[in-house]
């Protein structure tokens, strides 16, 4: 357990949200928290990776991210059970949010929004421990499950700390949402809470209208604007009121469903902008305090913080989503050097094996990041390939290369893996292939590369199979011989297109 006094570097945490709270985190650590938990809202999002080169023809990549869809089994029961016992979280759980969490069950049964609730209210618990008294609490959601977690806030955090229901208006009707028989969803909502009634906020405003500001015709001998038509003939100065406040509804941020074309733009799914995130970090927290986000996604929230100059705490689940935010950071225009680790991911041989015995995806997810390849996981006939590595090839008409990487999390190593390499290699069209083991390779497997011989490209001779162990990974450099010109895997990915929810929950 860290003690108060302890200064904190920026970290980005990779694992379970609700171990890591409990784990990592003190009570009364954090000064504002915000969060863009999944909605409930049953779709599975996909991202497809676009090379920084633009569209080049078989270059594109798309990988799940996570899926929105929550069942009741064993996890839920779990959960709900640990709630119960006050067992699975540091604080015990309050008598009213036991007999809401129970009532909620009576009502709605063994359902995916009962999963999905049993999954928010110890996470949510958590949150306010590690809240300092002055901090506060923005939770970003929308009408599917926003009813059922302002219930769970009010029975964590007080019906007497719920501040404000924000409205982000996302004025667009276009595309699927169109088509549906109903009202055209045009909101998300953004529930405001604080820790006790001693929390800092500090207003923000719209900046003055053009005829507001017209109406200051004169200039005092100090370089002020001033007005003197009011009916007590007292000069009213511009610079006196800093704008409009700013109210609880937001008309003026653009999502990305409006505006896909920021340059902000990843095309992760749910990113949000970062003009919303400024705007709750302005508000809710001074320089140097320290903002937590437990589902940072993307790092919209991260990028923000670190730019208003406050310390952070990003904490995900997948692989992906750490290797993303670490390439936003060094990519996104701040100057400075940014000092931050990342915690949970492999440090060394040991740790690479828990990591693949625990979620064999999140381990081939990060072996292809340390290569700074395109994950490839496909619904298409894309079998052995689990990384993609693009390079631009003058010489080919279609101006690409490609490396294809596989990723063999056993210990066992044989001829027989090398040969199916070859294989793909073969099926994809690829120019060399990488394979990826714990163990070193056998003599066996080592023969079996050299008869695939080698390809010359820009003057260097280029093994057509290569291997690497997971040993190798952690070596600077890494140990591999790879083609000049290769194009980096997150320039501009862009979302599936998805159809909207057509039925309300």
Same mark, same amino acid.
């Given at each position: 357990?860290?003690?108060?006094?302890?200064?904190?570097?920026?970290?980005?945490?990779?694992?379970?949200?609700? &171990? !890591?709270?409990?784990? %990592?985190? $003190?009570?009364?650590?954090? /000064? @504002? *928290?915000?969060?863009?938990?999944?909605?409930?809202?049953?779709?599975?999002?996909?991202?497809?990776?676009?090379?920084?080169?633009?569209?080049?023809?078989?270059?594109?990549?798309?990988?799940?991210?996570?899926?929105?869809?929550?069942?009741?089994?064993?996890?839920?029961?779990?959960?709900?059970?640990?709630?119960?016992?006050? &067992? !699975?979280?540091?604080? %015990?759980? $309050?008598?009213?949010?036991? /007999? @809401? *969490?129970?009532?909620?069950?009576?009502?709605?049964?063994?359902?995916?929004?009962?999963?999905?609730?049993?999954?928010?209210?110890?996470?949510?618990?958590?949150?306010?421990?590690?809240?300092?008294?002055?901090?506060?609490?923005?939770?970003?959601?929308?009408?599917?499950?926003?009813?059922?977690?302002?219930?769970?806030?009010?029975? !964590?955090?007080?019906?007497?700390?719920?501040?404000?229901?924000?409205?982000?208006?996302?004025?667009?009707?276009?595309?699927?949402?169109?088509?549906?028989?109903?009202?055209?969803?045009?909101?998300?909502?953004?529930?405001?809470?604080?820790?006790?009634?001693?929390?800092?906020?500090?207003?923000?405003?719209?900046?003055?209208?053009?005829?507001?500001?017209?109406?200051?015709?004169?200039?005092?001998?100090?370089?002020?604007?001033?007005?003197?038509?009011?009916?007590?003939?007292?000069?009213?100065?511009?610079?006196?009121?800093?704008?409009?406040?700013?109210?609880?509804?937001?008309?003026?941020?653009?999502?990305?469903?409006?505006?896909?074309?920021?340059?902000?733009?990843?095309?992760?799914?749910?990113?949000?902008?970062?003009?919303?995130?400024?705007?709750?970090?302005?508000?809710?927290?001074?320089?140097?305090?320290?903002?937590?986000?437990?589902?940072?996604?993307?790092?919209?929230?991260?990028?923000?913080?670190?730019?208003?100059?406050?310390?952070?705490?990003?904490?995900?689940?997948?692989?992906?989503?750490?290797?993303?935010?670490?390439?936003?950071?060094?990519?996104?225009?701040?100057?400075?050097?940014?000092?931050?680790?990342?915690?949970?991911?492999?440090?060394?041989?040991?740790?690479?094996?828990?990591?693949?015995?625990?979620?064999?995806?999140?381990?081939?997810?990060?072996?292809?990041?340390?290569?700074?390849?395109?994950?490839?996981?496909?619904?298409?006939?894309?079998?052995?390939?689990?990384?993609?590595?693009?390079?631009?090839?003058?010489?080919?008409?279609?101006?690409?290369?490609?490396?294809?990487?596989?990723?063999?999390?056993?210990?066992?190593?044989?001829?027989?893996?090398?040969?199916?390499?070859?294989?793909?290699?073969?099926?994809?069209?690829?120019?060399?292939?990488?394979?990826?083991?714990?163990?070193?390779?056998?003599?066996?497997?080592?023969?079996?590369?050299?008869?695939?011989?080698?390809?010359?490209?820009?003057?260097?001779?280029?093994?057509?199979?290569?291997?690497?162990?997971?040993?190798?990974?952690?070596?600077?450099?890494?140990?591999?011989?790879?083609?000049?010109?290769?194009?980096?895997?997150?320039?501009?990915?862009?979302?599936?297109?998805?159809?909207?929810?057509?039925?309300?929950?």
């Amino acid at each position: 357990m860290l003690n108060q006094n302890y200064q904190w570097k920026n970290k980005l945490y990779f694992g379970d949200n609700l &171990d !890591i709270l409990m784990d %990592k985190i $003190p009570d009364s650590f954090v /000064d @504002l *928290i915000y969060l863009d938990p999944p909605f409930q809202s049953g779709k599975t999002y996909n991202i497809i990776f676009q090379p920084e080169a633009g569209k080049v023809k078989g270059a594109n990549a798309q990988i799940k991210t996570f899926g929105d869809t929550w069942k009741w089994g064993e996890e839920a029961e779990k959960s709900y059970e640990g709630l119960i016992r006050g &067992d !699975i979280t540091k604080e %015990k759980p $309050p008598q009213k949010l036991i /007999d @809401l *969490i129970t009532t909620m069950r009576s009502y709605l049964g063994e359902c995916s929004m009962m999963a999905y609730l049993s999954m928010m209210a110890p996470r949510l618990l958590e949150m306010r421990r590690v809240l300092k008294n002055t901090g506060s609490i923005y939770l970003h959601c929308d009408p599917i499950a926003g009813h059922y977690l302002k219930l769970l806030t009010d029975a !964590i955090f007080g019906p007497n700390n719920f501040l404000r229901e924000i409205i982000w208006s996302l004025e667009t009707t276009s595309g699927y949402k169109s088509q549906a028989k109903n009202w055209i969803r045009a909101h998300d909502i953004v529930l405001f809470y604080s820790k006790t009634a001693n929390y800092f906020f500090e207003k923000q405003y719209y900046p003055h209208k053009k005829e507001y500001v017209a109406r200051f015709k004169k200039i005092d001998e100090n370089g002020r604007r001033y007005r003197d038509d009011r009916p007590d003939k007292r000069k009213q100065y511009l610079d006196e009121t800093p704008g409009t406040s700013i109210g609880d509804v937001w008309s003026d941020i653009m999502s990305f469903q409006q505006a896909s074309t920021l340059k902000e733009y990843l095309g992760y799914p749910t990113q949000k902008p970062e003009k919303l995130l400024e705007r709750i970090i302005k508000s809710s927290s001074k320089k140097g305090d320290l903002v937590l986000d437990p589902f940072c996604g993307c790092g919209t929230t991260i990028v923000a913080a670190q730019k208003l100059e406050r310390k952070w705490i990003g904490i995900d689940i997948t692989y992906l989503a750490i290797d993303v935010i670490s390439k936003r950071l060094k990519k996104n225009g701040i100057k400075e050097i940014i000092d931050f680790e990342v915690d949970g991911e492999p440090k060394d041989v040991y740790s690479a094996k828990k990591l693949v015995d625990k979620d064999p995806f999140q381990f081939q997810i990060w072996c292809i990041s340390k290569l700074d390849a395109t994950p490839s996981q496909t619904k298409s006939a894309d079998k052995g390939v689990d990384g993609i590595i693009n390079f631009i090839d003058p010489n080919k008409e279609i101006k690409a290369g490609k490396g294809i990487i596989q990723i063999k999390g056993t210990e066992n190593v044989n001829p027989a893996i090398v040969r199916e390499l070859k294989g793909t290699l073969k099926s994809q069209n690829a120019d060399f292939g990488i394979l990826v083991t714990f163990r070193k390779p056998t003599q066996g497997m080592i023969n079996e590369a050299t008869k695939e011989g080698h390809f010359w490209f820009v003057g260097r001779e280029i093994p057509r199979i290569q291997f690497l162990t997971v040993e190798d990974l952690f070596k600077v450099p890494i140990p591999i011989q790879l083609p000049p010109l290769m194009i980096s895997s997150y320039k501009k990915p862009s979302i599936e297109k998805e159809k909207e929810e057509l039925e309300l929950f």
